[in-house]
């Protein structure tokens, strides 16, 4: 929606040309831009240095190529004259920084030098050192997993004990033997345990042998239990609130499953457990039980429809070799941590404990096979994609030599996504085309009915609608000839996606609540219900109802997610809170939430691809605020990298028109057209994908009509992006487009077709759609083509339009209310009123100090006696008269107005206010 608005922005640059803001402060002087040498003793030297520049303790940051970030922070560890020797506190795995550029850190600066990954320098008995240090925020405390570099495989892991200056030593807590320098370590997140956040314990009871003969067979399953309870107690260091215990002399005697579970319940509720492990240590002639995983109380840890919860190595009462034997201790316990990791979402842990199970060989018969599958998703969601594809091809692999079609179909679907994400949109067709075959040649219909699902998915995502909608609802068909609800209301979900998109609103509505609740209501899966109502959600937001949108995400979704403890889809949906306070421009209330409420739980469970979608998004709002520096090095820096490492293509394409969206508005047009057509179409027509590659087309007419070419934008448009939007059936990009064409005719003097196009091909599209926002941008443009063609008797018309637009926005608690009302100050259909924020200033030398703030006024609640303000609108306010700054933080009624603030010691911080009338009545320190 935020494209959407730049029309409107841009003609209000225009309309009120004659506001011009104050000229920018100076620039502060450079930085020695010098380079660091390496002397043949192996001290890092840099010579030339101005005197009094870089003291002992100077912190200073390595810069890489452009595009590279940065390589390497250093610390002055002697200073003498004009040369000063270096040593590194944090360094890129594998980089050199020799003859790179070299800058001092800024205060309060923490550069991104790959906080996650590290590796091991050096080792000391039974300590490692990391390459990184205080500096780059790691603490005492901090845990890391580490992983041998060739094969991807889990060594054990170690946390952080002491933090210096110069170095990071942590010390080693499994799995020492084979660590040694040069092993890469990841750091592992530690959030709650399963179970909201409560403290959790997990009691290990004997393992005794299934008709014990002597007190020896009892004394080995409990020497069993201690054993598997210590390596889970010592794997599991670190995870806060989980505690992990074992008794003597307990034993759950019944083995059927639904006795063995509710004796199992009673001896954890006893002990006061929340999870008890246990089963038989040992096999013999007549079969073999292995381990058993019971919650004690299934609501607690949100699993109400479970009678018993079970980790992969469960076999019930299944028949085994008689020379089976129980795992190895560490082993079970990498098994059992690695469920409770995947209930919990710490994805990070799931991957290094599965791993260390799969290859200690804990599980029996075909349960590798789930703890594959799970291994590959993990993976997939922290971001280890060529990781994720090994296990889930190893998965096809495994089922299809032990005949287990379910698994080889999950693999396969598996490696469809990836295929898919990395941008071989052939791949992932041919491989989804092969399992319907095989689907249909084993008679397997469950197997075909996600097929086509999948196959229906990927056809609209190469813009064919129409064989995506047969595919889906022949799915949809044989999923509900099977009663296979569960499959047949998500497909139906992709089927309202595709509708929603082609501007059926109505019908997209009546699918899901009609067709898709009824079903999960009846299945009483509430996460479904509540990811539906998400996408209702959507619907109502794009009509312009966002406080309905609103409170059904605070109210039907957050509660939701809280309670099952789904973090992840909690982080999901204050985004898209986030996303309508974006749209009423509450920034500074967005910003908190992807700074506070998503960073942190995408760095907790590893998400790095959803991190680097937050991080694209804050880049969003700072683009708003004419902060490009900073959203270009986010986009640069913490987004590309990100997608380059997983290989996601079409994210990287999406990037990279964003950094020429920024190029754009700096006016260097050669370089964003050179983007647009080198580094998204050749992406965009790879994957096949038209409706992108006619957005990219409609960027591009962007450009030439900002230089001028106005034939080849007008017939961009026309002939590449309006036949594109009538073939999929995308009516509101068409009207978008149509009214993209109104502007270039308008610009070329051709004023009644202009209008005719606004009128009759562009507001009752967005009116029939109940696009309310669309619509009242739409009319603000309509009024200002009336302004231009400068007939008198269009005024009356104009006013309407701008009095409905204006009364839409306040209605909707648009930013733009204020720009509208600016429109018809200027055309002089309102008188200008003019307001401030209600407080009294005072000159300060770093900018205007508050020395009140008046009762009832827009500063009250926000602003104190003696807060600083320092700039106005992003413009430094430091040297400035108060008659000056008065002037400028004066301003239409109803506009918005942002500060930047200090106050006492604090970090500078930013603070959007609405002017308002002003009642000078009692006023008070604050």
């Known amino acids: ?107 309060g600066e923490r550069p991104d030098l790959g906080r996650y990954h590290a590796a091991l320098t050096a080792r000391e008995a039974d300590r490692v050192r990391l390459s990184r240090g205080r500096v780059d925020g790691v603490t005492a405390g901090d845990r890391y997993a580490v992983y041998d570099v060739t094969t991807e495989r889990a060594l054990g892991w170690i946390q952080v004990t002491e933090v210096t200056d110069t170095a990071a030593w942590a010390e080693i807590r499994s799995g020492g033997g084979r660590m040694a320098a040069g092993a890469e370590a990841r750091w592992t997140p530690t959030p709650d345990p399963v179970g909201g956040g409560d403290a959790l314990t997990v009691l290990v009871l004997a393992f005794g042998a299934e008709k014990p003969t002597s007190a020896d067979d009892r004394d080995a399953g409990e020497a069993y239990s201690r054993k598997v309870a210590g390596a889970m107690a010592d794997e599991s260091h670190g995870w806060p609130g989980l505690r992990v215990k074992s008794v003597a002399g307990e034993i759950v005697s019944a083995l059927g499953d639904k006795a063995g579970h509710a004796e199992a319940r009673a001896i954890g509720r006893r002990h006061k457990a929340d999870i008890v492990v246990w089963g038989t240590a040992r096999c013999g002639p007549e079969g073999c039980v292995l381990p ?235 996460r479904a219900r509540a990811v539906t109502m998400g996408k209702i959600a959507d619907i109502l937001e794009s009509r312009g109802e966002l406080n309905k949108a609103l409170r ?20 999901v949906t204050m985004g898209k809170i986030a996303d309508i306070l974006q749209s009423r421009g509450e920034l500074d209330e967005v910003l908190r939430i992807r700074r506070q409420e998503q960073l942190p739980v995408y760095d907790r469970l590893g998400d790095v691809r959803s991190r680097a979608v937050t991080m694209g998004r804050i880049a969003d709002i700072l683009e708003s605020r004419g902060e490009l520096d900073e959203a270009l090095r986010i986009r640069r820096q913490e987004e590309l990298p990100v997608y380059d490492k997983l290989g996601d293509v079409r994210l990287r394409a999406v990037t990279m028109g964003n950094i020429a969206d920024i190029l754009y508005r700096r006016g260097e047009l050669d370089e964003a057209l050179r983007i647009r057509r080198q580094e998204q179409l050749p992406v965009y027509d790879k994957l096949g994908d038209v409706r992108e590659r006619a957005v990219t087309m409609g960027k591009i007419a962007d450009i030439l009509y900002r230089r001028g070419e106005l034939d080849e934008a007008l017939r961009i448009r026309r002939q590449e992006q309006l036949p594109v939007y009538d073939r999929l059936g995308g009516v509101r990009e068409r009207a978008v487009t149509m009214g993209k064409i109104a502007d270039i005719l308008q610009s070329q003097g051709e004023a009644d077709e202009a209008l005719r196009i606004r009128r009759q091909e562009e507001l009752p599209v967005y009116e029939r759609l109940g696009e309310r926002r669309a619509l009242l941008l739409g009319r603000v ?128 911080r930013d603070v959007t206010l609405v002017r308002q009338r002003l009642n000078l009545g009692p006023s008070a320190p604050r």
């Open 292 to 526: 058993r995983f019971t919650v004690v109380d299934p609501e607690r840890l949100a699993q109400p429809e479970r009678d018993g919860a079970q980790i992969p190595v469960d076999h019930g009462d299944m028949k085994l070799p008689p020379d089976a034997v129980p795992p190895e201790p560490l082993a079970l316990a990498s098994a059992l941590l690695g469920e409770l990791a995947w209930r919990a979402q710490r994805y990070p842990d799931v991957v290094f404990h599965l791993d260390r199970a799969l290859n200690g060989r804990a599980y029996r018969g075909a349960d590798d096979l789930e703890a594959r599958g799970r291994l590959s998703r993990a993976a997939y969601i922290v971001g280890q994609w060529t990781r994720s594809r090994a296990e889930a091809a190893a998965l096809a692999e495994d089922a299809e030599r032990r005949d287990a079609p379910v698994w080889a179909f999950n693999a396969a679907f598996e490696l469809v996504q990836l295929d898919q994400a990395q941008g071989d949109a052939d791949g992932a067709r041919s491989r989804a085309r092969a399992a319907l075959d095989r689907a249909r040649a084993l008679s397997s219909r469950w197997a075909e009915a996600l097929a086509l699902s999948w196959l229906g998915h990927l056809a609209w995502s190469r813009g064919e609608p129409g064989e995506a909608l047969e595919q889906l609802r022949a799915s949809v068909a044989i999923s509900r000839d099977l009663d296979w609800h569960a499959q047949a209301a998500p497909t139906m979900g992709k089927i309202a996606d595709i509708l929603y998109r082609r501007g059926e609103l109505d019908e997209a509505l009546r699918i899901r609540r009609e067709e898709m609740l009824p079903v999960y209501d009846k299945l009483g899966d509430v």
């Open 1 to 107: 929606m935020r494209h959407a608005a730049r029309p409107l922005l841009a003609a209000l640059a225009l309309a009120l040309a004659a506001c011009k803001d104050s000229p920018p402060p100076a620039p502060p002087p450079a930085p020695p831009q010098l380079s660091v040498t390496l002397a043949a003793s192996g001290a890092i030297i840099v010579r030339g240095v101005p005197d009094g520049v870089w003291g002992r303790g100077t912190r200073l940051v390595v810069q890489g190529p452009p595009g590279a970030g940065d390589l390497a922070l250093m610390i002055v560890t002697r200073a003498e004259g004009d040369t000063v020797t270096l040593g590194a506190l944090v360094e890129r795995t594998g980089v050199k920084v020799q003859g790179q550029p070299i800058r001092a850190l800024a205060e």
């Open 552 to 571: 059904i995400r605070r109210q039907e979704q957050l509660p939701i997610y809280d309670k099952l403890g789904d973090v992840h889809s909690r982080a």
């Open 781 to 908: 443009h309509l009024a200002l083509n009336l302004a231009a063609r400068g007939r008198a008797s269009d005024r009356p018309e104009m006013q309407a339009l701008l009095e409905q637009a204006h009364a839409d926005a306040v209605a909707m608690r648009l930013p733009e209310a204020a720009q509208i009302r600016a429109i018809q100050q200027r055309l002089g259909f309102v008188k200008t009123e003019w307001a401030g924020i209600g407080a009294a200033l005072d000159a300060h030398a770093d900018g205007i100090r508050i020395t009140r703030v008046i009762d009832g006024g827009p500063a009250a609640g926000h602003l104190e006696a003696d807060d600083i303000i320092t700039a106005v609108d992003g413009a430094a306010l430091a040297g400035a008269t108060v008659k000056a700054a008065a002037d400028r933080i004066r301003g239409p009624v109803g506009a918005p107005i942002r500060l930047t603030i200090r106050r006492g010691d604090a970090a500078p």
